[in-house]
Each structure stands twice: as structure tokens, then as C-alpha cells.
């Protein structure tokens, strides 16, 4: 039987999602707060990083690496016996001729999607020891001030005033409470976040400016969940709590139906979070930049 891949890596996330948690939310206390690190080194990207976040939290993993079969064993490291695998998935691209406006023949660049397995480092021994380090601790300070500068770096319009978090589509700006009014400062920063991911929704073309879906509505559940997995991710990488609001809570029985009724939407929502935070960690870049020049 043909695996259904985006059936299978939904219905992992549902699965968390009905116990009243989700993968993407991030604790400092967590060994893997950032992204997970293929054995190269390298982030995932995208619903890998979903998968592999839940993947570690079902199982109690501790690493953030991880490698396949082949990989850990070039390494010289042994996937203990019995242990079960994560599918991490990629679009394989291919030619297609199709008919064209006109009738004549023209090809299309066409995707699907295929799987491959990976092993937490957890469950491989004897990886060069690089593999079995945690990451390099950073102090909040510092922490706070790359968040500050990353902030500074987008260009948002931000202000500061009243109890909500909220991005005002008619004004192009975001609304937050006094930092001092958040239980700590990674709070103001993961909201902060969430509220960017919105600010960017237009730049980016996922909506259109001056619009916005109404609330209650399907697409307003999904916006809500691009901007909480964009959140997770900007947290990732600024090395941040994704800690989110008391209110997002309110979004889990919509973010369950939305899942349930199409096992694709988490693969798009994931899809367009990473295309706004790499958008928006493009202002980090080019600021580090212009300090360098």
C-alpha cells in the first residue's frame, strides 16, 4: 500500500494537539530549543522541523542531532538495535508534459513528496563526540539583546501601550503591552514574534494589504497558525522560550479542526511560516552587513 505521508506526519501532530500541547512550543529548559541539526550540522527547515520537534518530545529525547542509517554508520556510530526511526520529508521534483493554453504541449515542473529515515543521536552510539555536546549556553542578556536588535532590524512599527497583542492591518503596526507587563522577557519577545509573523503577511504575498480574514473564519484560524509556528521558528533562532500568550490556548480546538478536516494544511501553514521568517531574519542579515562593511 502507497504510504500517505502527509496523512501520517498530521496525524503525529493531531496527536499531540488533542493532548493540549504542540511541538512547536519551546522551553529555554529544553536541550533542543533551537532547531533540529542534521548530522552535517545544518538546520531543518520547514514541517521537518515540526516532525522532529515532536519526534523528541514523544520520545524524551535530549539531542538536537540527528542522522540517518548510513550517516551515523560513516561516522562510526551503531543506531542501537530496535530503535524505531523518524521520516523527515523532502519535495522530489519532476517533469511533466502538459497541455498548454493554446493546445500545444509544455512542461511543468511538478513535486511529490517522498520520506527518508533519521535516528535522534540518542539512539546511535559511538558518533564522534561533537555529536553528544550540547549547545553552547547564552546568557538572557545577550539573548535580549539580539532579540532587541533583531526587532530594531525589521523595521516594524511597534508600539507600546494597553493590555493586547495585535497587528493593526489599517495602520501596518504592531500593538504590544510594556514589556514589564509579560511574566518575562521571553514572553514579550515570543508575542513580539507572533505579531511579526502577521506584520508580514503582505509583504510576502500571503494576503493581500488592507485585507484580512474575519474572525471566527477558517483562514483566520490558519493565519493564527502560521503565526504561531513562525513564532516557534524566530524563537529557534534567536535562541528564545516560544513561550505564547494565555489567549492562543483559545485557537486549539480550531487549530484541530482545520487539521483534522485537511491533511495538508500543516505542511502549508509550516511552508509559509519559514517563507515569513526567512523574510524577516533577512533584516538581521543585512544589518550584520552593513555593521561589517
Given at each position: 500500500m502507497k504510504r500517505d505521508i502527509h496523512a501520517e506526519v498530521t496525524t503525529a501532530i493531531l496527536a499531540q494537539l488533542e493532548k493540549g500541547t504542540a511541538p512547536w512550543r519551546r522551553s529555554w529548559s529544553a536541550a533542543d530549543i533551537g532547531r533540529p541539526l542534521r548530522s552535517c550540522g545544518t538546520p531543518y527547515q520547514g514541517i521537518n522541523t515540526l516532525v522532529l520537534w515532536a519526534s523528541a518530545a514523544v520520545n524524551g529525547f535530549t539531542s538536537d542531532r540527528w542522522a540517518t542509517f548510513n550517516?551515523?554508520?560513516?561516522?562510526?556510530?551503531?543506531?542501537?538495535?530496535?530503535?524505531?526511526?523518524?521520516?523527515?520529508?523532502?519535495?522530489?521534483?519532476?517533469?511533466?508534459?502538459?497541455?498548454?493554453p493554446n493546445g500545444e504541449t509544455v512542461e511543468e515542473t511538478r513535486a511529490v513528496?517522498?520520506?527518508?529515515?533519521?535516528?535522534?543521536?540518542?539512539?546511535?552510539?559511538?558518533?564522534?563526540?561533537r555529536f553528544y555536546a550540547k549547545r553552547a549556553t547564552v546568557s538572557a542578556a545577550d539573548r535580549n539583546a539580539r532579540a532587541d536588535a533583531f526587532l530594531a532590524a525589521t523595521g516594524a512599527t511597534i508600539h507600546h501601550s494597553g493590555a493586547r497583542a495585535f497587528y493593526g492591518v489599517k495602520s501596518d503596526a504592531i500593538t504590544l503591552p510594556d514589556p514589564g507587563a509579560f511574566d518575562d522577557m521571553g514572553a514579550y519577545y515570543a508575542t513580539a514574534a507572533h505579531e511579526l509573523i502577521h506584520w508580514s503577511a503582505t509583504r510576502v504575498g500571503r494576503m493581500e494589504r488592507g485585507s484580512w480574514p474575519s474572525f471566527g473564519s477558517e483562514s483566520y484560524a490558519f493565519e493564527e497558525l502560521v503565526a504561531e509556528i513562525g513564532a516557534a521558528y524566530l524563537c529557534a533562532d534567536l535562541g528564545l522560550d516560544s513561550t505564547v500568550r494565555a489567549d492562543h490556548a483559545d485557537y486549539m480546538a480550531s487549530w484541530l479542526k482545520t487539521l483534522q478536516g485537511d491533511k495538508r494544511a500543516i505542511f502549508r501553514a509550516a511552508t509559509a511560516a519559514q517563507k515569513a521568517v526567512a523574510y524577516l531574519t533577512g533584516f538581521e542579515a543585512q544589518a550584520a552587513q552593513a555593521v561589517a562593511a
Open positions: 550517516q551515523a554508520k560513516a561516522l562510526g556510530g551503531k543506531v542501537r538495535k530496535g530503535s524505531k526511526g523518524t521520516h523527515v520529508v523532502y519535495a522530489q521534483t519532476y517533469p511533466k508534459n502538459v497541455d498548454g513528496l517522498r520520506s527518508y529515515t533519521v535516528f535522534n543521536v540518542d539512539q546511535i552510539d559511538g558518533m564522534p563526540e
